[in-house]
């Protein structure tokens, strides 16, 4: 079955730039997205196709992708930024979908 | 404002049946696919079936195949979860998520989910 792998963790400093990377086969055909989760609130999606920033999703996410992997950036991180974050791989022509493990992001 | 309200979470024994619904407003709910995605405790988002618009086809993750079945009520603007065989594995928070496609596929609204738990 498909598989998507995260790094457990990453840590960052405030205001410095952290990137979460996701991996999967063929991943760039995948329409790959990324969600924050924080602990008692729904995910949220931060980031769609790949590179794609929803409306009222702050400047600073960023994503891209290159083959099997994409790649989260949150630039000048924030203390509010410390979340889990989640990729995403979608079967277009289903609509199934898999998750990453997750990747908690620490701001210290 | 599109709002996602799931109900029907609660305290079941494992072998038992629940049945999970999410009420949807603010957007035409008959032009979108559904999914249900879970997250146990401690653990991660697992995804559990996805239901087209119009209720045509369903998929299922392995891990519930044959015991869960998602269906959905587009005249009360509803989609459901039915839940049986419940295990103690199907603990989690159970979350409903809007499908959008064309312009790149992604949940773009979720519910604020509904807790299961099975146990004796």
């Known amino acids: 079955s498909y598989g998507l792998t995260q790094p457990p963790s990453v840590s960052v400093s405030p205001g410095q730039t952290a990137s979460i990377t996701c991996s999967g086969d063929?991943?760039?055909?995948?329409?790959a997205c990324w969600y924050q989760k924080k602990p008692g609130q729904s995910p949220v999606l931060v980031i769609y196709q790949a590179s794609k920033r929803p409306s009222g999703i702050p400047e600073r996410f960023s994503g891209s992708d290159s083959g099997n992997t994409a790649t989260l950036t949150i630039s000048g991180t924030q203390a509010m930024d410390e979340a889990d974050y989640y990729c995403?791989?979608?079967?277009?022509?289903?609509?199934?979908?898999?998750f990453g493990g997750g990747t908690k992001l620490t701001v210290l | 404002q599109v709002q996602l309200v799931e109900s029907g979470g609660g305290v079941v024994q494992p072998g038992r049946s629940l049945r999970l619904s999410c009420a949807a407003s603010?957007?035409?709910?008959?032009?979108?696919?559904m999914h249900w995605v879970r997250q146990a405790p401690g653990k991660g988002l697992e995804w559990v079936a996805v239901?087209?618009?119009?209720?045509?086809?369903?998929y299922y993750a392995d891990s519930v195949k044959g015991r869960f079945t998602i269906s959905r009520d587009n005249f009360r603007n509803t989609l459901y979860l039915q839940m049986n065989s419940l295990r103690a594995e199907d603990t989690a928070v159970y979350y409903c998520?809007?499908?959008?496609?064309?312009?790149?596929?992604?949940?773009?609204?979720w519910g604020q989910g509904t807790l299961v738990t099975v146990s004796s």
């Open positions: 995403q791989a979608w079967d277009s022509s289903t609509a199934e979908v898999v």
């Open positions: 603010g957007f035409t709910f008959s032009n979108y696919g």
């Open positions: 239901i087209w618009y119009d209720g045509s086809n369903k």
């Open positions: 063929k991943l760039g055909d995948k329409n």
């Open positions: 998520a809007t499908v959008r496609g064309g312009s790149g596929w992604r949940n773009d609204y």
